[in-house]
Every structure is written in C-alpha cells, then in structure tokens.
C-alpha cells in the first residue's frame, strides 16, 4: 500500500494496540479507513479534473494550429492570387505597346540585284524617308529592248 511489507504493517499494528489500548483500537481503525477512502476519492476526482483540464487544454491549441494553417494557406493563396493579377498586369502593357506593324510600316521583302536574293527594305520610321521604286534585277533569260529582234510585218 505506501510500500510497507505485510511483516511492517503487523509491526505498526501491535505498537498501536500497545500504546493505544484494546477499546480504542477499533475507533481510530474506521477512522483511518474513512479517512484513506475520502483520500482516494479526493485524488481520483483531482486526476480526473486535471485531466480534463489537459484535455481541453489540447484542444484549445488543436484548434489554435487549425487556425493558424488555415490563416496561412488563405494568406499564400491571397499572395499567389495578387502575383497572378500583377503578372497579368504587367503582361498586358507589354502586349499593348508592343508595335502592330501598319499597312505604310509593314516591311515587305524585294529582290536585291547585288546580292541576288531577297532584302527587307528598312521601316519607314526607322529611315525618315520615302521609300525609293524598286526595280527588279534582270535576270539572264530576260531581253533588254535594245536586245529584241525587229519584226516586220503586215502592219506596214
């Protein structure tokens, strides 16, 4: 019971019959006794209160985190909600300034006669001038009009 071995306890028991007396024994024993329950009842209803303390405790803190996390996912939902939208924002001045070539503006490739193939001629805002007749590069098969042969015909 508080670590006293059966020998030890007849031991307490027969210096208390001795110093106490036979008539008096009995009483202070249903004394002891009731005192020991009242004892136990009190630190089963403490545990029990204490417990119960602990357990409402946890759940406060449970509830606590729950709400931290939840905080916390709705803050870095909100962030990558407001990064999205400037983003976006940024995105579309982009897409705004960005020049639309026009119909006067548009490059539009034409034979270059020095190197045989195809140049884009410059932009007209990037030269300040009035493009300039281009003529096409005479190629080998084509006849000049000094070149043509005369022929003379019915209509003379």
Not at 9 to 34: E, H, Q, S, W, Y
Not at 35 to 60: C, G, I, P, W, Y
Request: hydrophobic content about 35%; glycine content about 4%.
């Amino acid at each position: 019971m508080f670590g006293i071995s059966s020998f030890e306890f007849l031991l307490i028991l027969l210096v208390a019959l001795m110093v106490l007396g036979p008539d008096k024994l009995p009483k202070i024993m249903r004394t002891f006794t009731k005192v020991m329950f009242e004892f136990r009842r009190v630190k089963t209803d403490f545990q029990r209160v204490m417990n119960t303390e602990l357990a409402f405790q946890e759940q406060v803190e449970r509830e606590q985190q729950q709400k931290k996390l939840e905080r916390g996912i709705q803050a870095r939902q909100q962030a990558e909600q407001q990064a999205e939208q400037q983003a976006r924002q940024q995105a579309a001045p982009d897409i705004e300034t960005q020049p639309r070539p026009d119909a006067d503006q548009q490059a539009d490739p034409v034979p270059d006669a020095s190197t045989g193939g195809l140049t884009q001629t410059p932009l007209l805002a990037e030269t300040d001038q009035a493009p300039q007749p281009v003529t096409p590069a005479p190629s080998a098969t084509q006849v000049t009009e000094s070149e043509k042969p005369e022929i003379k015909g019915a209509g003379e």
